[in-house]
Every structure is written in structure tokens, then in C-alpha cells.
């Protein structure tokens, strides 16, 4: 009898065994995921003695299985029976910290850092470290590389003899054989230090820092750079200068444009570490020589941090060192040769006039402006476009005007439709910040030619920009200078701007609110249910649904429901499938009440 | 009398290599690569497989693994047939115990793992080994499955695909010294990878002119530095060779060196820049040189000295006078690849008739040998050869006129450590190894200071 009852309850989990299995890639990993499932019915001890076993020697699965495992087992010590037998986790994941695959050896030491937080400080020494150790002097530089992410969690925990070895483990893994293993020790480099005591960090971590800074690859060099912004936060504002300023000074002036990169791209970090003084004397004229340097890439990445390194200058000092060193950099910058280096710039630069204040930026960052509005590329000018708020706050966007209408146009009818597409969507924000004037008369037109683009991206685009318009300049607005326009489409030859004029209505009957809609619109529409073209009529039907709840029953009862039942009567199948699609919404959201004569 | 031969050979040659193993693919062989160590030599063919050989401890190679890497496609867009043949193939520096290669077609690269298994898991819940479904009733506990022995599987699995990045055919691909990255090139452009990205790469070489009318050259092989891992050459339809250094900037347009060697004037032909075309460029071990092979000669460039090459050697200057011939069959167009040896001290080149060619850069002698099934027979010592201009010295000189010139070794390959060859001759792969290292232990041949009497020049051809 409890036999018949078991069958019942183990075959799920029978099943899920079984597919670990499975010949299908997706069963095995289903099966996987449900892991904790088959932990739970197979109890702790069987867990320990079979399914781990099992797991540790199935390393030869798809990359996604081993992933989802490694995962899993991160999470696993409740189903081995809790902190007493974590270690038992350790055999699998050791083998999947040792697989190619480097996604997966990720996870596996995530997973292992995470339980090692599970581990009694006496099984650390006696389970978890032995394990490092073999990964660390493990014959493939899979279980090597996989070390150096092991050294940082089990340091704090253990006896200081053990702490020895760890250090000498980890210096040996900075001078290994191969590069992969040293860009490892390089990039982890930084979080060891993190829990190393004071004076072994300027005794062991400052000369691997500067060996590994000064290594023979360029691919080790470059990920010693934020090993030394990490270091750096350590170390007490004396020592800086002696132990790692020399090293990140050679790093800047690196022969390698990667590794110059590297620190323009960290700059910022870097200048928070070193704090205001350093960054005063050395990090000013390193950022200048980014700003020149003769690589674009690494000009690119320092262009990208003008804005966040002026602003997190010392104060006292600020303003002379943009003016006196930062901003004639810059202003090379705009007419440099490389659209990238342009366009990071543009991204940036109005929000140099936020620290500079009105009078400075009037005189000597508007004229940049305007030089990157006209600029060749249309990134470089979308860039400025796009980030027109942090002038205004300053400046008024009216001084920019002038300028900003020819580039607008220039982008507005671009060769490239994506181009166009990304004007589009800066249009609501020009038009808040221009006001309603200076739109109808300037940029009004370019709103409705978008409507009649020949890419349909381009004019659903448009549909809803003018959506976005009605909400912010309101409904009489809408009434006075866009709904005539939409609608006089509707007479358009061309069935595609018909449609249009459909679309259209879709977006724009619920901010014009239902006086509009029932007035001006539903007219078009209900006319338009005759139009010849069936993608035209079907679209018709789609728009009344979509109009439904805007209008009152009256208007549905009267107006509404005899064409749609006449468009449910076509001889087109969508149109006939969208107009019983829409008498069936139309009927549920009026609760029965218009059609339930039908 | 065999063993009196033996010596008698070992003295005349600096090598004397026997023949010990024929293997015949399926399809002609269009590329030969051995593995860092030398245990492991993979084959791609014509017909778009590759197949590993494994050297046994006997110091014999047998067919380890054989997969299909490529398949013929078409590209719809460009109406085009994409052969399956593979180009290259590269293997990666070990990472664990399974080996991972590179193999490339005209136009997509793959990664391949091939790994052992041997074990399997055994034990289902609802269904016996042979997979019939067990009787419900019967099943009142659960089993975990276990893993038992089971005889070596050699499996080869896709890891990576790398495709869509090159408009023209892939003639090369190299993996850099950082073990993070390799190169691919095509007759324009030049591309870097990182191993574990596919969609995207970063085109670092490109050749291509505005106008497709101003093309002067293409690109025909490009390899990455053994040690230096900015460093990369490539080398030109017309005879250059340069070498770019990545860390100046993110666009190698800029060459840091060029090799180049300024042409004879009163040599000039209609054929001088069609067979100064180099055909393959090859970093010494020591990373200090560079050969190159072009049609008639393989040259050996000190990386320090651009104007002219340190050493030139004469591949079949015979063949300087059928150049009009060989022209009209296309044969001047065939793709000959060169090698070194382990200590860069011995090159290898392929040549017509099943020849191919070595030269001792220390004693400055040649020799040439034969790959063909006539005359290989199991462990029996190759016998030079000679091509005779005029009149035949020998009864075994071979007359110029009498060359077969589809009978051509193109692919070559030298064990990184030991004195084992690999020639692909049309399907047939010949593997060669130096009487002096049977087992393999010996790696420094003993080079004789005599100069024999066959291998003297043959007199310099008249024109």
C-alpha cells in the first residue's frame, strides 16, 4: 500500500533523474534547474554519496548545463545537511572550475566564494584552502586563472600561517607561465589587496602591481590599471605618491594605445582615489595628453570623461583648470579628425556649462556648440541635440536657435532613415524647450512630411511624436494645427498615407479626449470603412476598436456598430476577422449594452 | 648491406628521413598543421573534413579523430557557392585536457574541441539499459545514475562560429601569443577576434581602395609574432612583407617595417611580379626571423634589416625559363607553403613532380626528396633527387622536361620539437621522420660537413 502511494510521488522525481540524462539539451538542463527538487526527495545523505559523485564526473555537458549546475550548487549547503558538510559541494565545483569554457568557470567560483562564507573557519584550513591550493598549482591554466578568484574569500578567515602560503600562491600565480593565468592574478589583484593587512599590501601587492604593470603583454599591463585604482583607495595619502603614482604614470604614457585607453577609461576612479592634490599635479597634464593622444580610441575615452573630471575637480581650482587646461584641449577636440572623438564630445560638453556657469559658457563653450552643429557627421549633432536640457538650464535654449534650426532641418531629411528615426524622438523635448510658438512656425512642417515618409519606421515614428506633442501643448492645440492635417490624409490617393491618417487617430483619440475624437474624427474614420484598398478598410475596423472606449454609447450604438457590422459582412477575411474582432472588444468594455441585440 | 646503406645515406644527407606512414583522405589535403607538442597533427581537405592524427608512444601517428568541419553553403545574397574546402587550420595552446583547433573556409571560421570520454552513466529509474520502460510497479526507490568505464570515445564538438565578417576568401587566420585573440585575413582586409566573442571582430588591415579600379595588391597571408603580442606581419601580392605593430594604434593601416627587396632591373619580365608574389610567411621559433616563399625562391628576413633578405635560396630556378608555360596552365599562381624545423635551423618547401625541398642554413646544402607511393615504402630511406638541365649526369636525374606539374607539394609541416615532416601531396598525407630520432629523443641531427657530389648545383641555366 505505501508502495502504490511512493510510485505516485517518485515518478516526477524519477523523471527528472532520468533526464539528467536525456539525449535533448533542454530536458538535461530542465532537469538541472530542478536539481534542489531532486536533492530534497533523495534526502542529505543520498544527496552526498550519489548525486554529487554523479555531478562531479559530469563535466562533459553542453556549456549551458554546466552553467546551470555551477549555479545551483552555490546554493546547495541546506540539501547536503547544512555547514557541517558544505565541503562535500567542493569536488564538483572544483572539476567545473577547471572546465574551458569561461563562463562557466566564472559561475563555479562565484559558487565557491559563496560557500566558503558556509565554511566553519577549521574547514576552510582543512577542506576549502587545500582546494585553492591544487587549483593554483592545477597543470592547466583553466584551474590556475580560476585561483586567483579564490585567494580574497578564504584570506580574513584563516591563521596567519596559512596566510603566508596563501601570499606566496598568489605571487607565484602573478609571474606564471602563461598570460592567461597573469591577466587573472592581474584583474583580481585589486580585491586581494582589499583584504590584505596594510603592510602587506605595500611589502607584497606594490611590486606584483608594478610587475604585472610593466609586463611583456599588453593585454596584463592594461588590467594592472584598475588593480591600481584599487590600490590606491588603500594606501594612505603619503605612501601614494612613492608606491603607485610612478607605476600609473608609466601606465598613461604606456607604448601600447590599449593600455592608455585603459586609464582614460578609468579616470574617473582613478581621480576619486588619489584625491584632489595628485589629481592637480599629475592627473591634469595626464588628462591633457589623453585628450591629444595620437590613438582616436584613447581620445574617445577621455573625451567621454571632460564632463565628470571637471566636475569632480577641487573646487577652489576648478574653474582655472578647465579654462586655463582642460577647455583649449577640448576645443581641439571639436574639430578633431575622428567622428567618434566628435561625437563622444558632443555627449558631453553641454554639460560643461552647468560648472562654467552663464557668462563662460556664452563666451566660450556656445561657439563650440554651434561648431558641432554644423559638424559633418549627424551623431556628433544629434549628441548636441540630444542633450539640450543642460543648457537651457543655463543659457535659454533661444540663444541656440539660430543655429539649431538648419541642423534640425539637415537631420530631419537625412539620407539614412535611422538618422531620422533618432530626430524623431528628440522632437517633444525641442518643442518643450522652444515652445509652442517658435514649433508651429519652424518645425511644425517637418512633424507632418514625417507622416508621409516613404519608411513606415520613419511614420509610426512620427504618429507617435505627434501623440507626445498633443500631450504637452493640449487638446485645442491638436485641434487647431494637427488634426486638420491628419485628416485632410485621409483623401490622399496614395492608400499608405489613408492608412496614416488611421494610425494616427489610433494614437492621438485618447489625449484629444472625446470631443474630438467623436466630432472630428469618428467622421473620417467611418468614411473611410468604404475605402477600396482592404488593408485600408481592415485598419478601419482596428481603429474603431481602438477608439471604442473614447466615444459614448450613443455614438458607438449609432455610428459604430452598423459599419462594423458591415465590415464583418466583406468579402476580405481580415477585414471581415478584425471587424468581429472589434464588435467583441467593444461589446465586453460596454458591458452588453450595445450589443446585445446581436 | 642495408646497414652499410644506412650509413652511406646518413653521410650523404643531412637528414636521412624514412618513410612511416601513407594516409589517403578521402579528398585532396588543403592544409597540414601539427599541434604545440607535436603529438597531435591535423589534416583539412578539399571536401571540407579534418582529421587528427595522434603520434603512439612507438612514435607512429594514427587517425585519432576524423568530423566534418564545413559544409557547402550559398550565399543567396551574392549568388554565390561557398566551398567547404578548409583553408587553414590552427590549433589553440592547451588549455585542459581535451585540444582545441581552428579550421576556416572561404568564409566562416569554427572552433572545434576534441576531447576523450570514457566513461558513460548507467542506471535509469523508469527505463532498462537497452531503453524499454520498466513496469511501474516495479520502481520503489529512486536510483541515481553512475558512471562506469567504458572503452575511449574521441569526440569532436563546435564550440565557436565565427562567420559573416569577410567579404573576400579567408587565406589565413593565426592565434596571437596572448591566447585571447586571433586574426583572420582575407585579400583585403585583416580582422581580430577575441577566441571567446563571434559577433564581432575589429577590422585592424584594410587594403580595400575607394575604387575597386585602383587595387594594386592583395593581401595573401598574415601571421601573428610567436612571442610579441603586438606584433603581426603580412605579406603582398607584390612581394612585401609588413610587419605592424598594434600597440602604435587600434588601425594598423600604418606598417611599422616593410620588407621588401628592390627588384633587378635588367631582370624585369611581364612574370617578375606575378612570381615575386609571396605565398606564405612563416615567424622563426626564435621570433627573430621571417620566412617568406615566393614562386622560384624562399628567403629568410632578419626582422631587423627591411632591404634585403639575409638568406635566398633557390627552390627550382630551372623552372625561370618555362615561366610562359607555367603561366598559360596557371601553375604560376600555386600557393606553396614553407616551414622550419624546431630549432629554425632546417627550411622546408614544397615544389613540383612530388619534390619537395629542404635547405641547412648553416652549411648552406640543400636536398631534394620525393613524396610518392612508388617510392615510399615502410621505413625505407628517402633517396635524394636530382633535376637535370640538359644533358642527364645520372641515370637517376630527372630531366626538367619530364616534371609532372600536377603532381605539386603545396602543404608542408615540421614537428615543433623532433625531425618528423608532414607533406600533403593531393590526398595523399606522407609522414617522414629522421632515421637519427626513432623514438624521438634525439633532436639535434648531426650535420655533415662534406658536401656530397650530388648536391652541387646544377650549372646556372643560361637565358
Redesign the interface.
Known amino acids: 500500500m505505501a508502495g502504490a502511494e511512493g510510485d505516485d510521488s517518485l515518478y516526477p522525481i524519477a523523471v527528472l533523474i532520468d533526464e539528467l540524462r536525456n539525449e535533448d539539451v533542454q530536458l538535461r538542463l530542465n532537469s538541472i534547474k530542478k536539481l534542489s527538487t531532486i536533492a530534497l526527495a533523495l534526502g542529505v545523505e543520498r544527496t552526498r554519496t550519489e548525486l554529487l559523485p554523479f555531478l562531479t564526473d559530469t563535466i562533459y555537458d553542453e556549456d549551458e548545463v554546466l552553467l546551470a549546475l555551477a549555479e545551483q550548487l552555490g546554493s546547495f549547503t541546506v540539501l547536503v545537511g547544512g555547514p557541517e558538510f558544505v565541503h562535500c559541494l567542493l569536488p564538483p565545483l572544483e572539476s567545473l572550475a577547471t572546465v574551458e569554457e569561461t563562463v562557466v568557470r566564472d559561475k563555479a567560483v562565484e559558487s565557491l566564494q559563496k560557500i566558503s562564507q558556509e565554511h566553519s573557519p577549521v574547514d576552510l584550513e582543512v577542506h576549502f584552502v587545500p582546494l585553492v591550493k591544487r587549483l593554483a598549482s592545477g597543470d592547466w591554466f583553466t584551474s590556475r586563472t580560476s585561483a586567483c578568484g579564490l585567494f580574497s574569500v578564504c584570506y580574513p578567515r584563516v591563521s596567519s600561517t596559512v596566510k603566508a602560503e596563501i601570499r606566496q600562491h598568489f605571487r607565484t600565480l602573478c609571474s606564471d607561465d602563461t598570460p592567461m593565468v597573469r591577466r587573472a592574478a592581474s584583474s583580481k589583484l585589486g580585491e586581494f589587496a582589499k583584504v590584505l593587512e596594510l603592510d602587506y599590501v605595500k611589502s607584497d601587492i606594490i611590486p606584483l602591481f608594478t610587475a604585472l604593470a610593466s609586463d611583456e603583454q599588453d593585454s596584463v599591463r592594461l588590467l594592472a590599471v584598475e588593480a591600481g585604482v584599487s590600490i590606491a583607495t588603500l594606501l594612505p595619502q603619503e605612501d601614494l605618491e612613492d608606491l603607485v603614482m610612478p607605476t600609473l604614470r608609466q601606465a598613461a604614457e604606456d607604448k601600447s594605445w590599449r593600455v592608455r585607453y585603459m586609464v582614460a577609461d578609468k579616470f574617473s576612479e582613478l581621480q576619486k582615489a588619489v584625491g584632489p592634490e595628485i589629481t592637480k599635479n599629475d592627473l591634469v597634464p595626464a588628462f591633457q595628453n589623453l585628450l591629444k593622444d595620437c590613438e582616436a580610441e584613447v581620445r574617445t575615452a577621455a573625451a567621454n570623461k571632460v564632463k565628470v573630471f571637471c566636475e569632480s575637480l577641487p573646487e577652489d581650482s576648478r574653474e582655472t583648470i578647465i579654462m586655463t587646461h582642460i577647455l583649449p584641449c577640448v576645443k581641439e577636440l571639436v574639430s578633431d579628425t575622428n567622428q567618434h572623438v566628435k561625437s563622444a564630445l558632443a555627449s558631453v560638453i553641454m554639460g560643461l556649462s552647468t560648472i562654467l556657469g552663464k557668462d563662460n559658457t556664452v563666451e566660450h563653450l556656445l561657439p563650440l556648440f554651434l561648431v558641432q552643429l554644423k559638424d559633418e557627421y549627424p551623431e556628433v549633432r544629434l549628441n548636441i541635440i540630444s542633450n539640450l536640457d543642460c543648457v537651457n538650464e543655463v543659457i535659454g535654449i533661444r540663444q541656440l536657435s539660430q543655429s539649431l534650426l538648419p541642423a534640425i532641418v539637415e537631420l530631419a531629411e537625412d539620407a539614412k532613415w535611422r538618422v531620422r528615426l533618432a530626430i524623431i524622438e528628440y522632437m517633444p523635448l525641442l518643442a518643450g524647450q522652444l515652445g509652442v510658438e517658435f514649433f508651429d512656425e519652424k518645425l511644425n512642417s517637418l512633424c507632418m512630411a514625417w507622416l508621409i515618409d516613404h519608411v513606415y519606421a520613419i511614420r509610426e515614428a512620427a504618429t507617435c511624436n505627434l501623440m507626445k506633442l498633443v500631450e504637452k501643448f493640449g487638446a485645442e492645440w491638436a485641434q487647431n494645427t494637427i488634426v486638420p492635417k491628419v485628416l485632410g490624409m485621409a483623401n490622399d490617393s496614395n492608400y499608405l498615407h489613408r492608412m496614416t491618417t488611421l494610425f494616427c487617430i489610433n494614437a492621438l483619440s485618447e489625449v484629444c479626449g472625446q470631443e474630438i475624437t467623436t466630432k472630428h474624427m469618428l467622421p473620417v474614420v467611418l468614411k473611410m470603412s468604404t475605402d477600396q484598398v482592404a488593408n485600408v478598410r481592415f485598419n478601419v475596423a482596428r481603429c474603431l476598436q481602438k477608439i471604442g472606449p473614447v466615444l459614448d454609447s450613443s455614438a458607438l450604438q449609432a455610428d459604430v456598430k452598423p459599419v462594423l457590422e458591415k465590415l464583418a459582412t466583406d468579402q476580405d477575411m481580415d477585414v471581415k476577422y478584425f471587424a468581429l474582432e472589434a464588435i467583441s472588444v467593444i461589446t465586453l468594455i460596454n458591458g452588453h449594452t450595445v450589443y446585445d441585440s446581436m | 648491406e642495408a646497414g652499410v646503406g644506412g650509413f652511406y645515406q646518413n653521410k650523404k644527407t643531412f637528414f636521412s628521413f624514412f618513410f612511416i606512414l601513407v594516409c589517403d583522405p578521402a579528398d585532396v589535403i588543403s592544409t597540414v598543421e601539427f599541434n604545440q607538442t607535436g603529438e597531435f597533427l591535423a589534416t583539412g581537405d578539399k571536401g571540407g573534413r579534418v582529421v587528427i592524427f595522434q603520434r603512439e608512444p612507438q612514435g607512429e601517428y594514427n587517425v585519432y579523430s576524423t568530423f566534418q568541419s564545413h559544409e557547402p553553403e550559398f550565399d543567396y545574397l551574392k549568388s554565390l557557392e561557398i566551398e567547404e574546402r578548409i583553408n587553414k587550420i590552427r590549433w589553440l595552446?592547451?588549455?585542459?585536457?581535451?585540444h582545441?583547433l581552428l579550421a576556416t573556409n572561404d568564409k566562416t571560421i569554427k572552433l572545434w574541441?576534441v576531447?576523450e570520454?570514457d566513461?558513460r552513466?548507467e542506471g535509469?529509474?523508469?527505463?532498462d539499459e537497452e531503453g524499454r520502460l520498466k513496469d511501474?510497479?516495479t520502481?520503489?526507490?529512486?536510483?541515481?545514475?553512475?558512471?562506469r568505464p567504458m572503452d575511449l570515445l574521441v569526440e569532436a564538438s563546435p564550440?565557436r562560429v565565427f562567420a559573416n565578417a569577410h567579404a573576400y576568401h579567408i587565406n589565413s587566420i593565426s592565434v596571437n601569443?596572448?591566447?585571447?585573440t586571433y586574426l583572420s585575413a582575407d585579400d583585403l582586409r585583416i580582422n581580430l577576434w577575441n577566441l571567446?566573442i563571434t559577433d564581432r571582430s575589429f577590422n585592424i588591415v584594410d587594403l580595400k581602395p575607394e575604387n575597386m579600379e585602383d587595387l594594386s595588391e592583395v593581401i595573401t597571408v598574415a601571421e601573428f609574432h610567436p612571442h610579441?603580442?603586438?606584433l603581426l606581419a603580412f605579406s603582398s601580392s607584390t612581394g612585401t612583407t609588413r610587419l605592424c605593430d598594434?600597440?602604435?594604434?587600434?588601425l594598423c593601416d600604418q606598417h611599422a617595417k616593410l620588407f621588401e627587396e628592390a627588384a633587378d632591373p635588367s631582370h624585369r619580365s611581364f612574370f617578375s611580379e606575378i612570381v615575386s608574389s609571396v605565398s606564405d610567411v612563416k615567424f622563426s621559433h626564435s621570433g627573430r626571423y621571417l620566412l617568406t616563399r615566393d614562386y622560384l625562391t624562399v628567403k629568410v628576413w632578419d626582422l631587423n634589416m627591411e632591404n634585403k633578405p639575409v638568406e635566398t635560396y633557390q627552390v627550382h630556378d630551372y623552372l625561370r625559363t618555362k615561366l610562359c608555360s607555367l603561366y598559360e596552365s596557371d601553375c604560376i599562381f600555386d600557393k606553396f607553403e614553407c616551414a622550419w624545423n624546431g630549432t629554425d635551423s632546417v627550411i622546408m618547401t614544397g615544389a613540383y613532380n612530388n619534390y619537395f625541398r629542404m635547405f641547412d642554413r648553416a652549411s648552406l646544402r640543400d636536398v631534394t626528396l620525393e613524396a610518392s607511393r612508388e617510392v615510399c615504402k615502410r621505413r625505407a630511406v628517402l633517396q635524394p633527387r636530382r633535376v637535370c638541365v640538359g644533358k642527364k649526369q645520372k641515370e637517376t636525374d630527372v630531366s626538367v622536361d619530364s616534371l609532372d606539374f600536377r603532381k605539386k607539394i603545396l602543404h608542408t609541416a615540421w614537428h615543433p620539437k623532433e625531425n618528423i615532416i608532414a607533406i600533403a601531396a593531393s590526398n595523399n598525407l606522407y609522414i617522414f621522420q629522421d632515421r637519427l630520432t626513432p623514438n624521438g629523443h634525439h633532436n639535434t641531427p648531426e650535420i655533415q660537413s662534406a658536401p656530397p657530389k650530388w648536391q652541387t648545383q646544377p650549372n646556372p641555366p643560361t637565358y
Not at chain 2, 601569443?177 to 585571447?180: A, G, K, L, V
Not at chain 2, 598594434?246 to 587600434?250: E, G, I
Open positions: 595552446p592547451l588549455h585542459n585536457p581535451a582545441f574541441k576531447s570520454r566513461k552513466a535509469y529509474n523508469l527505463r511501474l510497479s520502481v520503489t526507490t529512486l536510483q541515481v545514475p553512475v558512471l564550440r601569443s596572448d591566447c585571447e571567446n610579441h603580442c603586438h598594434m600597440r602604435a594604434s587600434a
